[in-house]
Structure formats: structure tokens, C-alpha cells
């Protein structure tokens, strides 16, 4: 942000005192929201599934099967790229560092050019993915499906109560922020403190209330 664009450039100061805070362990300056907390940007806000249902493309289009705007063509589902990279144990490269590509279900997926893993009771690797820590999900047998989410960058604020309620992001306490805060999947953690947060992707230009 610290770039400048068109001659201008963006200064955190000129937010006032209100409109910053610092992390009192890394010592960086962080925008805050109206009532003192920080913001956070997802660059990739996998697994919302309120963000999903808004892609805008109809039910039959490519856009709705591959909806991942930077792989419009589903190049990442594409079965030989996608097994290789899914298949070994402890290496997801791809989910650890960009965003989720994989969902659980108990059946195979309907699309035969569909890429799965037939696990068949097998541990599954819990080191990538939305589920986190989930590594032997139930019941047996399950499929791990090839997926896509709609990822439109999301600002978001935590709103009055100060607690986002994400699974993966704690309150800002002076802790230090997680590393997978940039690639976090938009998740609830079933706490309830996510329902007063601030969304940017529920914010139009014209529109009322928010």
C-alpha cells in the first residue's frame, strides 16, 4: 500500500490516531477498524461458502466449475497435475502456501474427469487443506475430492464484539498473528463471533446499511 499511484501515496498517518495500531510484538503498524481492531486482508478467502454462492456466473458455465479466477480453464483440477501434487503424504506444496484444492466427501464424485483420492480408511494428511487438523475424517470410506472456491480477496473487520470467530485466527491480544493468516480459509470456528464481522465482498458502492 505503500506505493504510490498516480502521483499519490498512501501514508498510514493519515488515518489518525484511531485509524492504526501497533502490533506490540512485531512492532508493525496495522489499519484498524472503528473499534480499535485490526483489519485483515484474505487474498485467497477459501472455504466461505457465503463468498461462494455469490459468484455471479450461471450454474452451467466454466466459470461456475472452475471458479478460482486466476484458473479460469480448472488447469489446477486437471487429474495428472492434481494427484501428483495431492497423493504423498506431508507434501502439499500448493495448499499450504496458495489455498485450499480439497474437500472430504463419502462418495465419488459424479464427473468421471473429476479428480479423487480413494482413500478407503487410509489416514489422510492434515497438513494442508480447510480442514486443518482433521486427518482421519469419518465415517470410512471417504473420497477427497479435487475442488476450486470462488476467491475474491476479502477485507474484513471483526466488528464490535473484536473477535473474528475464524478458525485459525485468534483475537488480537499482543499475540502474534498466525502464518497462514494470508491464506486462511474463511471458516467459523462454531464460537459465534464471526456474525458481527465486516466483509468487503457484502459492501456495494450505493447500497444501504452494513
Do not use: C
Not at 478467502?45 to 484458473?71: K, V
Not at 506431508?90 to 465419488?108: E, M, R
Not at 468487503?200 to 447500497?207: I, K, P
Request: charged content about 10%; glycine content about 12%.
Amino acid at each position: 500500500m505503500s506505493r504510490s499511484r498516480g502521483g499519490v501515496e498512501f501514508n498510514l498517518d493519515n488515518l489518525g490516531s484511531n485509524g492504526k495500531v501497533v502490533d506490540p510484538t512485531t512492532g508493525l503498524p496495522m489499519i484498524a477498524d472503528g473499534w480499535g481492531t485490526p483489519i485483515i486482508y484474505f487474498r485467497w478467502a477459501t472455504g466461505n461458502s457465503e463468498l461462494g454462492l455469490s459468484n455471479p456466473a450461471s450454474a452451467t458455465s466454466t466459470q461456475a466449475r472452475y471458479p478460482d479466477p486466476q484458473d479460469p480453464n480448472g488447469a489446477l483440477l486437471n487429474p495428472t497435475w492434481w494427484l501428483s501434487n495431492h497423493a504423498v503424504a506431508g507434501a502439499w506444496p500448493f495448499d499450504q502456501y496458495v489455498h485450499s484444492l480439497w474437500q472430504i466427501n463419502t462418495a465419488k464424485p459424479a464427473d468421471p474427469a473429476w479428480p479423487f483420492l480413494s482413500q478407503g480408511g487410509l489416514p489422510f494428511p492434515a497438513t494442508g487443506g480447510p480442514l486443518g487438523s482433521l486427518a482421519n475424517p469419518q465415517p470410512y470410506p471417504y473420497f477427497v475430492w479435487a475442488n476450486e472456491y470462488y476467491t475474491v480477496p476479502v477485507i474484513a473487520s471483526a466488528g464490535p464484539n473484536k473477535t473474528f470467530g475464524i478458525l485459525g485466527i485468534q483475537p488480537f491480544a499482543g499475540s502474534p498473528w498466525p502464518s497462514a493468516l494470508f491464506h486462511n480459509p474463511m471458516i467459523p470456528d462454531a464460537t459465534g463471533d464471526d456474525s458481527d464481522n465486516v466483509y468487503s465482498y457484502r459492501l456495494r458502492l450505493g447500497a444501504r446499511g452494513g
